[in-house]
């Protein structure tokens, strides 16, 4: 469906930042911030697909290259 351009680190990282604002959303009900936090929905979703479409749209890819 999604063509894979995150690589895994990248994943990796995206996962861990999208989790963390998440969780920021869940355990600070009263901070001013709280729905800022929901901007990791979107690191988050990304990770979890291994596509970016920013990268797409800027023909950008942090998967390794394949050997031929």
Not at 20 to 48: C, E, H, N, Q, Y
Not at 52 to 64: D, I, V
Request: with cysteine; charged share 15%; aromatic share 14%.
């Amino acid at each position: 469906m999604f063509k894979s351009n995150v690589g895994k680190f990248d994943r990796f990282l995206r996962i861990m930042v999208g989790a963390g604002l998440l969780a920021a959303f869940f355990l600070f009900p009263a901070s001013d911030w709280r729905m800022v936090f929901l901007i990791g929905i979107i690191p988050l979703a990304t990770g979890l697909m291994a596509s970016c479409p920013l990268y797409s749209l800027f023909g950008l890819s942090s998967c390794p290259l394949k050997k031929t």
